[in-house]
């Protein structure tokens, strides 16, 4: 696997690694290879794709993993763009429900209902942006723009994504994504990418509105007033979508924190038992390494908290 990254990473400036926290398989195998990865690059963006288990609990040691692999992520990652089981099968239930049923009896969301939700997440994030001559755009090209453009602070780098497509108005899809983010509408927001696709008539629309979408953007998501521009839009011209829309809103906002924080209580909960630690000491993974994990991201979170 390290040979394989080694021959990928180098003729790039930003590097990708999918990961995910719970690592039922492999416990640290992620952060294993994002360690060293920043051992060989230091000079690369190491751009981490993570996503979250569902809290209900999928094992016993899926807190303990993601409290470790947090930790990880900030130390080694540059920016690490965080999926959220639980709120997209909130997302991705809402919309079956509402496309099958208008009633809203309950409709069954298949694991590859999330996993397809991602997936198109990611496409409409990092594929190509065309302009309206179908140029490929210069700008937002590569994943080192989404780290230059959303983690300017090097403490700050949780993303949360939130994406919506539709035949419906802008103002629809926007409504749609805004519902994806935590239940804390308190959260400040330290800056936002906004990535659209759709038709040329519809991109025109986009683009004409963009001021007064911009001002709303900062009220919603309560961006920091110290940011003179927290919003960057990225418009990309696709024909071959025709009425259809595609919007992918990336923040870089304290909301990651309630995440955080309910990882911090439940493994702290647990590590205060002393409960499964010797699974973890077996590999010299010791209580050193978890008091480490338990600052690191107390850390995260206060530096968080103190946007405003």
Known sequence: MQDVSQKHTKPHYCYCLHDVLKLLTS??????????????????????????????GETPL???????????????????????????????????AKAGDPLGTSVSVSMEDLNGHISHTLCNSFLPLWSSERKRSA???????????????????????????SSGTWEQLFTTAGHQRS????????????VTR????????????????????????????????????YLSHEPHLGPQKMLTVLANSAHIVDYIESVLQRA??????????????????????FEEAFDTLREVVSEYSRLQ
């Open 139 to 165: 700008v937002f090209s590569e994943p080192w723009e989404l780290v230059r453009s959303l983690c300017p602070n090097p403490a700050l780098k949780y993303i949360t994504p939130m994406h919506a497509q």
């Open 198 to 233: 759709g038709n040329q008539v519809s991109m025109k629309q986009f683009s004409d509105s963009t001021n007064s979408t911009e001002k709303r953007l900062k009220q919603l998501y309560r961006t920091v007033e110290w940011n003179p521009f927290p919003v960057d839009f």
């Open 27 to 56: 416990p640290g195998l992620g952060c294993a290879l994002l360690e060293r990865l920043r051992d060989d690059y230091p000079a690369h963006l190491l751009l981490s794709i993570a996503v979250a288990p569902f809290a209900s």
């Open 268 to 289: 702290g909960a647990m590590y205060k038992e002393g409960a499964y630690l010797h699974w973890y000491e077996r590999y010299g993974c010791g209580k050193e390494t």
């Open 62 to 96: 899926q807190h303990y993993n993601s409290l470790l692999c947090l930790s990880w992520l900030q130390q080694y990652a540059d920016a690490v763009l965080l999926f959220q089981n639980d709120l997209i099968l909130k997302h991705v239930s809402k919309s079956a």
């Open 183 to 194: 239940a804390a509408a308190c959260r400040h927001t330290l800056c936002l990418a906004v």
